[in-house]
């Protein structure tokens, strides 16, 4: 059964703030029967909005999360394809960064929510609703590459602002050797 589920379209101001939007991501994994489900999740800017001080402000990206669960674990598959909206560390202007991984959690039933690594992690046996938030917004800083670039076209060739490199190389300031600072003040002494 394949659950669509649009945060995208709705104010948050509409949901009451950051809790009820969360609650989006709230699964309730105290009624889920043992076996396979299916969720659909669509991530866009009013999910980023509740992450200001983060360098993602825009973005669409599909999420379609399977979870397996058995007596003593689920196992979460996340899979996001989608863009974000990134800034060119070449060129500076905004551009759409395709994004797309697969990540594995497994939530396993213990005493206590503990991490006990990247990919595993223990909830008490009492827990009635998982909120997957969290990871989800934490998966998505991972996809973000160390180069953010304009991506190449067809031909190979470099989609950056070329009015705005030009502009940018004007603006450059030269720079000055510190050894040249040192004998400025050699001279006046
Ligand atoms: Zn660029």
């Given amino acids: 059964m394949v659950k669509q589920i649009f945060i995208s379209n709705f104010a948050p101001q509409f949901f009451g703030g950051v809790e009820k939007n969360n609650e989006m991501f709230n699964i309730p994994v105290k009624g889920l029967a043992l076996g396979k489900h299916h969720y659909h999740f669509v991530v866009e800017d009013a999910f980023f909005e509740h992450y200001p001080d983060a360098e993602i402000h825009h973005g669409k990206i599909d999420l379609s999360l399977e979870i397996e669960k058995e007596s003593r674990l689920m196992a979460l598959q996340f899979h996001f394809d989608g863009s974000l909206q990134l800034v060119c560390d070449r060129c500076l202007e905004e551009y759409l960064q395709p994004v ?4 594995r959690l497994i939530v396993k039933y213990g005493e206590k929510e503990e991490e006990i690594s990247e990919e595993l992690i223990t909830v ?62 050699l001279k006046i002494k």
């Fill in 124 to 185: 008490p046996f009492e827990t009635s609703r998982f909120n997957i938030a969290p990871y989800v917004y934490e998966y998505i800083r991972l996809m973000i590459p160390i180069k953010r670039v304009h991506p190449d076209d067809a031909f190979g060739n470099s989609t950056c602002n070329v009015e705005m490199l030009k502009k940018l190389e004007v603006y450059e300031k030269p720079v000055t050797d510190p050894r040249w600072n040192a004998l400025k003040d």
């Fill in 100 to 103: 797309k991984n697969d990540f």
